[in-house]
């Protein structure tokens, strides 16, 4: 083997143990990434924060999530799914009014242009006629589902 795979190979394992002994239940939110921070409080100028707790959702969880996926090169079709699936695109919408609204208010907080996170809301819709290779935010669904159902458990 080249030197190259055996790094490869010894980051593999690395993170493989990593994933199997991490908590999805943080304790605190100090380990959070800079990027992690500035998406929450922006989220937060549109009461996410009082939107989880109504939900009886725990913070920290949702932000670990957050923050767990940020670095990924296509972490805005996470967002966008999870957004959806704690029924926050709706809460946002009630707020807003418009669909309009609510792709400009999120284009502010994940700094993306409003084509992106349009796409990705409009494929969530089984009826959509958007390209669902370019927008993924529908295949990251029983995922969310499965890590929001752990944190229920978690949390009841």
Not at 43 to 49: E, I, N
Not at 101 to 109: C, G, H, Q, R, Y
Request: with cysteine.
């Amino acid at each position: 083997r080249s030197r190259r795979q055996r790094q490869m190979c010894i980051r593999d394992r690395y993170k493989t143990i990593n994933k199997e002994t991490e908590s999805i239940y943080p304790s605190n939110t100090n380990t959070l990434n800079e990027k992690t921070h500035s998406i929450i409080n922006k989220l937060d100028k549109h009461k996410f924060s009082s939107f989880l707790e109504t939900q009886n959702i725990s913070i920290d969880s949702i932000y670990f999530l957050i923050n767990n996926e940020i670095n990924n090169k296509n972490s805005l079709p996470y967002f966008i799914a999870l957004l959806h699936e704690l029924s926050f695109l709706d809460f946002l919408q009630e707020k807003h009014g418009t669909k309009t609204n609510v792709i400009k208010t999120l284009k502010e907080v994940f700094s993306v242009g409003e084509r992106q996170i349009k796409g990705n809301i409009n494929v969530l819709n089984h009826k959509s006629t958007e390209d669902r290779s370019r927008y993924t935010s529908e295949n990251y669904i029983p995922q969310i589902k499965k890590q929001l159902a752990e944190i229920k458990k978690g949390v009841s």
